[in-house]
């Protein structure tokens, strides 16, 4: 069974850099079979897809984010991992994790992480 | 971006009603339509992919359908497990998400 666990502060300064970790157990980021995703709700602004990226580190972000983000594989820790550079309180949001074959959907979800950007 | 936009915002429904939510994007994105269902505090569950491909284990009574710019989930006979929010998502672009309809008790 595949699981996705989000690690990561809960609590991050505005301007700073939001770091967030995704733990896969039951498959291999290294597999070549899927995508890895970030997506993140706010009540503001619904569930927002933040980017993937491929086992070949090929990487694709939402605009929207402005090159503030940044998505890499570790493979010796079977993780990917989030950064979000320039937070400000518009961040605040649940962060999830989540894995998709393709374009067929998110398949595996994390059970998410809350991350509050407050001084 | 494209936008997906979903209709109702929210319903009331009794258990065994048959339930339609729509989903209309804001271009044609041929069948890279996804819908999902949440319940509080839990992740996502995908549903269905594709625009009618149902997920392994997803109850039968669950079914999409359309193409291009406008799209259908269908809950054919409304369960006590089922309340919960639902959302559209599409995989032509960027991904984006619909706004979510809530789907609750009469």
């Known amino acids: 069974q595949v699981r996705l666990q989000e690690s990561g502060p809960g609590l991050v300064k505005p301007s700073q850099t939001l770091s967030l970790a995704c733990t896969v157990s039951?498959?291999?980021?290294?597999?070549?079979?899927?995508?890895w995703n970030w997506i993140r709700q706010s009540a503001g602004t619904g569930l927002e897809w933040i980017g993937r990226i491929y086992t070949s580190g090929f990487t694709n972000y939402n605009p929207s984010l402005k090159g503030r983000v940044t998505i890499s594989l570790d493979t010796s820790k079977n993780q990917f991992s989030l950064k979000l550079n320039s937070v400000n309180a518009t961040d605040t949001a649940v962060y999830f994790c989540?894995?998709?074959?393709?374009?067929?959907?998110?398949?595996?979800w994390g059970q998410g992480t809350t991350v509050t950007v407050s001084s | 971006d494209i936008q997906v936009t979903q209709s109702p915002s929210s319903l009331s429904a009794s258990v065994g009603d048959r339930v339609t939510i729509t989903c209309r994007a804001s271009q044609s994105i041929n069948k890279f339509l996804n819908w999902y269902q949440q319940k509080p505090g839990k992740a996502p569950k995908l549903l269905i992919s594709a625009a009618s491909s149902l997920q392994s284990g997803v109850p039968l009574r669950f079914s999409g359908s359309g193409s291009g710019t406008e799209f259908t989930l269908t809950i054919g006979s409304l369960q006590p497990e089922d309340f919960a929010t639902y959302y559209c998502?599409?995989?032509?672009?960027?991904?984006?998400f619909g706004q979510g309809t809530k789907v609750d008790i009469k």
């Open positions: 039951g498959d291999s980021v290294n597999s070549g079979s899927y995508y």
């Open positions: 989540a894995r998709s074959p393709g374009v067929e959907g998110l398949d595996v």
């Open positions: 998502q599409q995989s032509y672009t960027t991904w984006t």
